[in-house]
Structures are given as structure tokens and as C-alpha cells.
């Protein structure tokens, strides 16, 4: 919640009050018995305990509980998929340095799945759902209009295209088949300038 008595955006060092008004929240720090911003942004004050904080403008992208994300599985283990999380879905940067989230198993699809072959493949680029942002991320793929948005042939390395039956995707240079849990529906963009990243 804004305070009508604070600036709609604030630069680093601009004063928001006295420390005996505010207790120094995310983005902010105390000098003296006086709150300064830290980033360029936008402050609010929670009213319960009247701690004020500055949501930065351009602050690193980070994942919550909830968020979509893309990832690429870089290593497929018998209960657990590996992925390096790429970014927020429909954001326009990229996470910093490719932090690792997993989906297990059971999280893979709806009802019992008995194990990742015809699934996910090393490479994979997934849309999935956060579960869990901390301590270690945890991903879920199991509704339908989550899993697979590109995958690369495991003959060839060309860019899979989806097949006519649900959950096949056909390489178009060689002609292979292979099984994927296909993501279903629109997908929202993926984040940075390039297209799917793999």
C-alpha cells in the first residue's frame, strides 16, 4: 500500500522518513535514525507493522509460489526431472544464472506415471508451475496446459513439430517419432529476445 506522504517513485539515497515513523523493509536502508531508498522504484508501506519498502523498477526476476515458468531438463533421474528454470513466462527478462527447480515424479502428470520415458528427454523446454520457491524450487507439469513447448529430435537434433496424435511430436528432416508430454493451449511468451531458448 502507497503512503499519500511518500513520492510515486523514489532514485537511490531519496529520504522516506525517520526510523522512529518506519522500520527499513526490502530496498531500503537506515542511516542515522533515517530510511534512504537502496533502488530506483516505487515505495509502499505496510500498514500492520508500518514498514516501508521500495519495489525496484528493474529488480533481479525472481520465481514465486504459483508463477509459470519455462525451464529446460538437463537431466532426467528415475523419480525426479532436473531443469534449469530460463524465466518467469511472460516476462521479459531472463532469471540470473539459470537456477535449478525439479519436478518429481508424481508432479509430472495427472494420475500415476511409472516413469519419465516418453515424457521429457534431456533438452526439453517445459512450461511448468511453481510449488515451492524456497529453499529449492519444485515444479509441477501435471495439468494439461503444462509440459513440453519445444523438444529436439533424439536422432537428428532438429526442432520437433507437433504430430497429429496427442502427446506425438515428428521431426520434419528425418521423420521420427517421438512421445512428449505436450503442453496444451496458448503459451505465454517466453522471456528475453530469442525465440524458445534450447
Known sequence: MSDPELPNLVLPGDYLGAAEEYLPGRGTY?????????????????????????????????????DLVYARVEEVKTAMLICAMLGRAGAR?????????????????????????????VGDVLLARVLQSKPSVKL???????????????????????????????CPRCGAVERRKVAKGPRPDVPGDDAVPL
Open 30 to 66: 537506515e542511516n542515522r535514525g533515517r530510511i534512504y531508498a537502496s533502488v530506483l522504484g516505487t515505495p509502499q508501506v505496510d500498514p500492520r507493522d508500518r514498514t516501508v519498502r521500495v519495489d525496484a523498477r528493474n529488480g533481479i526476476p525472481e520465481v514465486a509460489e504459483g
Open 140 to 170: 509441477t507439469t501435471a495439468p494439461a496446459s503444462l509440459g513440453v513447448v519445444a523438444a529436439r529430435c533424439q536422432t537428428c537434433h532438429a526442432l520437433l513439430a507437433p504430430g497429429s496424435k496427442a502427446n506425438e511430436m515428428v
Open 93 to 121: 527478462r531472463r532469471l540470473p544464472g539459470d537456477p535449478e527447480g525439479t519436478v518429481h515424479i508424481s508432479k509430472a502428470r495427472d494420475g500415476y506415471t511409472e516413469s519419465f520415458q516418453g515424457e521429457f528427454a
